[in-house]
């Protein structure tokens, strides 16, 4: 079950989702304010979700890169608390999930005073386009989650076909 107020990005009035085109480095169309009402499970932690749902196609070697981020106000400076590995295109396959983790819910230090403070009011998260640009089909559908999602992905190379093994039904 999704939260339409934990979604960072994308349109959930269609099966399968909408996603949004990222085209070159930008910040999640929604920023979540955790002092707004919202269901976020009995004491279950959270996951961050994004999954691909456009193509990811590039002419000059783009890669991908995601981080959540968070800030004390919505306007200010968000730090970056969590990232993902730099993907390249190749890896970026249309129905896959991209980047699941549980929300950090640590501590993070505070630069500026030297001192540790909870996690901010705010958070984003930051798609971070390097080398090039994708086209306007690369897309992805972000929210966050009560439950992480445990179903195992499998992403098999076009044109792969499973051996079948004799005596098995």
């Known amino acids: 079950m999704i939260d339409l107020s934990l979604v960072f990005d994308g349109t959930f009035t269609t099966?399968?989702?909408?996603?949004?085109?990222i085209t070159a480095t930008a910040?999640?169309?929604?920023?979540?304010?955790w002092l707004t009402g919202?269901?976020?499970?009995?004491?279950e932690p959270l996951g961050i979700h994004v999954l691909i749902s456009g193509a990811f196609v590039t002419?000059?070697?783009a890669t991908l890169q995601i981080n959540y981020q968070v800030c004390d106000t919505t306007n200010g400076t968000y730090l970056t608390i969590?990232?993902?590995p730099v993907y390249p295109a190749a890896q970026l396959i249309k129905g896959a999930p991209l980047f699941r983790y549980a929300l950090p819910?640590?501590?993070?230090l505070n630069a500026t005073a030297g001192v540790l403070k909870t996690p901010g009011r705010y958070c984003q998260l930051q798609y971070v386009v390097g080398t090039g640009v994708f086209s306007s089909t690369s897309a992805i559908v972000a929210f966050l989650t009560?439950?992480?999602?445990?179903n195992e992905y499998y992403n098999y190379p076009i044109g792969y076909t499973a051996a079948v093994q004799s005596g098995q039904i």
């Open 146 to 150: 009560p439950r992480q999602d445990r």
């Open 27 to 33: 910040t999640s169309t929604n920023i979540i304010d």
């Open 59 to 61: 002419t000059n070697s």
């Open 15 to 21: 099966d399968p989702p909408t996603g949004v085109a």
């Open 38 to 43: 919202r269901d976020v499970g009995a004491g």
């Open 105 to 108: 819910v640590n501590q993070i």
């Open 82 to 84: 969590l990232s993902s």
